[in-house]
């Protein structure tokens, strides 16, 4: 009988699947045990690649800060003009829980922020690195208002508690608000 060894895991299947677990049950699936169940592995796997359980939350947070930076940016390279780098912007982060990807996390990493300092302060940085993009792009149309770059930051943050089934409804109502927004100019 020739069996197919198992595939090893590494550091990055371990942190893609706690993005999963976290936003399918939050961050008390974030532990050595609930994560190897998952993965069809030992919590042995697990402590190889980390140290402890704190230790896996700073490397999912470091990645999970990443990604999200990086997701929006991606999505933004092939639009070219502020107006259009602006909607598509709000409509990412609005689709973001339907896409999946670090995005698809981001409600329930919200959430796990309340209770978790570590969780608060990578939300703050994510935050403000979106809000300066925000305001960056509404500087480029006439636009120095800093509220108006917080109002639209946190309705397309907050679209997706509304219905994450509704992303192409959250993406279109997000593109009116920026437009809105522009009118005012």
Avoid: C
Wanted: no cysteine.
């Amino acid at each position: 009988m020739n069996a197919t060894p198992a595939r090893r895991l590494g550091p990055q299947d371990w942190l893609r699947a706690g993005r999963a677990a976290l936003a399918e049950a939050g961050p008390e699936a974030l532990k050595a045990e609930p994560l190897a169940r998952r993965l069809g592995a030992t919590k042995g796997s697990f402590y190889w690649h980390f140290r402890d359980v704190p230790a896996y939350h700073a490397a999912f947070l470091a990645d999970w800060e990443t990604r999200a930076l990086d997701d929006v940016r991606g999505e933004l390279t092939g639009e070219s003009g502020a107006v259009a780098r602006l909607r598509r912007m709000a409509q990412v982060i609005a689709s973001g829980p339907a896409t999946g990807g670090a995005l698809g996390a981001e409600p329930a990493l919200r959430a796990w922020a309340r209770g978790h300092d570590g969780a608060r302060a990578t939300l703050a940085r994510v935050d403000a690195a979106r809000l300066a993009e925000f305001q960056g792009l509404l500087s480029e149309v006439g636009i120095e208002n800093p509220e108006m770059a917080r109002i639209i930051y946190g309705a397309a943050i907050g679209m997706p508690a509304l219905d994450t089934t509704q992303a192409r409804d959250d993406a279109q109502a997000l593109g009116t608000l920026v437009d809105l927004v522009l009118a005012l100019r």
